[in-house]
């Protein structure tokens, strides 16, 4: 019998390259897909196309949407990337790198796929602790996509198959995920997390994600191969 297949949405990071490591543990043939969504940088484009090719991405499809046209997000708009925040204040409130109904949108993208590859998983890395409260990244939310999801669908209606949303990584802490990550062979050096890379290419170090990724790795005890400025 062949492999089932997944849709696994990549962005780069280190929590969907974990969670596409995840999938293929669990026996799935990974189709990875991406957004060139008009984020304010390329360097994560270029982590996901190394990332889905080191862990055997049976395709990778990187799909054009012009969210910058909409704007409304530091990560899609001339607006300031934070630095420097505490924890507590990362960790509280929707920050101005919240990207308006991403995850919506891009998990309707993953399942008009799934749909076509006659896949019935979708897998996703969104996490509730170590997060920077993006409303998109809650189990609620997640479980309403997929009762969406079922009732959308030619597949769904006929009853000929069931989707479901996978979330592997929903109640693990950055640390957690970077172990998980670490065990199942993700090579972190290949993710990129940072909202603002330096001239140099160096990750800045002091944005929501680097401050997340810096403590995720800490926590776990590990180091981060990627360089940060500060
Ligand atoms: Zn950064």
Partial sequence: MAARRAVVLLSGGLDSATAFAVARAEGFEGYALSFDYGQRHGRELDSARRVAAALGAKEHLVLRLDLRAIGGSALTADVPVPKGRSHAAITTGIPVTYVPAR????????????????????????????????????????????????????????????????????????????????????????????????????????????????????????????????
């Fill in 103 to 230: 995850n919506t949108i891009f998990l309707s993208h993953a399942l008009a796929w799934a749909e076509v590859l006659e896949s019935q998983d979708i897998f996703i890395g969104v996490n509730m602790y170590d997060f920077s409260g993006y409303p998109d990244c809650r189990a609620e939310y997640i479980e309403a996509f997929e009762r969406l999801a079922n009732l959308a669908t030619k597949a769904g209606v006929e009853g000929r198959s069931r989707l479901t949303i996978h979330t592997p990584l929903i109640r693990l802490t950055k640390a957690q995920i970077v172990k998980r990550g670490a065990e199942l062979g993700v090579d972190f050096g290949l993710t990129w997390s940072c909202y603002e890379p330096q001239p140099d290419g160096r990750a800045c170090g002091l944005c929501d994600a680097c401050l997340l990724r810096r403590k995720g790795f800490a926590e776990a005890g590990l180091p981060d191969p990627v360089p940060a400025a500060h």
